[in-house]
């Protein structure tokens, strides 16, 4: 992707600080694992629990902020509006088959902690440039 794709500055990162916002309008940041990918357009997947507080901000409105940041969620680009949602079917498949490949094998080996001890359903966002919606 290049920057007049609108998520240039993602390539070759290994995380994003995600900011969803509360009802109150206070801002609430998460670093997590993502991949590029299109549909449409530029698009960024990312995958969550689907009770996650990010997952029900993003349902409530999918007004969200993203950065390139560590894995500890320290910010080390700029700011970018956009828009979430979560989706489903042939989307999301392609969000997870994405992620996957990107982070393998931790990928894998969170996978199989998730079927062995927890059963939390996940979803996929997919993450738009706010001048593409």
């Known amino acids: 992707?290049?920057?007049?794709?609108?998520?240039?500055?993602?390539?070759?990162?290994?995380?994003?600080?995600l900011e969803s916002f509360r009802r109150n309008g206070q801002g609430v940041r998460t670093p997590v694992w993502f991949a590029a990918g299109v549909d449409g357009g530029p698009v960024l997947y990312v995958y969550t629990i689907a009770d996650s507080g990010k997952a029900k901000r993003i349902r409530r409105s999918g007004a969200?902020?993203?950065?390139?940041?560590?894995?500890?969620?320290?910010?080390?680009?700029?700011?970018?509006?956009?828009?979430?949602?979560?989706?489903?079917g042939e989307?999301?498949?392609?969000?997870?088959?994405?992620?996957?490949?990107?982070?393998?094998p931790w990928k894998q080996v969170l996978d199989l902690t998730v079927m062995l001890f927890v059963?939390?359903?996940?979803?996929?966002l997919a993450i738009r440039p706010a001048a593409w919606v």
């Open 1 to 17: 992707m290049d920057e007049a794709a609108g998520f240039g500055e993602f390539d070759g990162a290994r995380y994003l600080n």
């Open 64 to 88: 969200v902020r993203i950065a390139v940041c560590d894995a500890r969620g320290n910010v080390t680009g700029r700011w970018i509006d956009a828009r979430a949602a979560i989706v489903v």
């Open 91 to 104: 989307a999301a498949a392609r969000g997870m088959r994405l992620i996957n490949r990107k982070y393998r």
């Open 119 to 124: 059963r939390h359903r996940r979803v996929v």
